[in-house]
């Protein structure tokens, strides 16, 4: 599944959170020592020690997260999406929002909708990185493409690989506006595309 993984600017940055939750589940699933085993291979130890979670505005250099996401990709294959899966919906329960995300959710009924606010959110989100979100809205949900991803960009895989973004998407739908969704990124950059493109659709 897995190749060779390329790298951006060493100057990108991603959430923090992201590697802080893929490294809870792992110690969730794999277990406190094998995670030390691996962490200590790629020098992140100090993830281990944080003890609270990061917020939203703490970033970290992408080199931080590609490096963890290649390791477990190479020792767990199409597995590691369970860590990342975990991570996403997690992340989503348990991260505090910016006063500025807040504010739109408390104005969502100016955007007619939970799919609009959720443009709005996922906008403010990632602007810190210089990503692009674009929505075209469906009768049972929407479709997003974001350009320049905070997971992914850098590698190259053989399938979509952002498993955190899935599931993180999924999980703030449920808790902002008590909607299940299925979601399911159906382009991505690690396949050498322009931008990534999830599917977000209302489940039945």
């Known amino acids: 599944m897995w190749s060779s993984v390329g790298r951006e600017n060493s100057q990108d940055l991603t959430y923090k959170i992201i590697p802080y939750f893929i490294v809870k589940a792992m110690v969730d699933i794999i277990g406190q020592n094998a995670t030390k085993v691996i962490l200590r291979k ?6 281990l020690e944080l003890r609270e979670t990061p917020s939203l505005d703490e970033t970290i250099p992408l080199e931080n997260l590609l490096r963890l996401m290649e390791i477990n990709m190479k020792i767990f294959g199409e597995s590691y999406a369970v860590f990342s899966r975990k991570a996403g919906y997690d992340a989503a329960r348990e991260v505090k929002f910016p006063d500025t995300i807040m ?3 408390e104005d969502s009924s100016k955007f007619a909708d939970w799919r609009r606010s959720m443009k709005k959110i996922s ?3 990632l602007a810190p990185f210089g990503s692009r979100v674009e929505q075209n809205l469906l009768d049972d949900g929407y479709v997003t493409k974001i350009y320049k991803c905070p997971e992914c ?9 952002c498993y955190f973004l899935s599931s993180f998407i999924g999980g703030i739908i449920k808790r902002l506006f008590n ?4 979601v399911n990124e159906v382009r991505c950059i690690a396949l050498g595309e322009e931008f990534c493109e999830f599917r977000v659709i209302l489940k039945r």
């Open 42 to 47: 790629i020098d992140m130890f100090n993830l």
């Open 103 to 105: 504010n739109i959710i």
């Open 123 to 125: 906008e403010r989100l």
């Open 153 to 161: 960009r850098g590698l190259k895989t053989n399938k979509p690989c």
């Open 179 to 182: 909607i299940e969704v299925n």
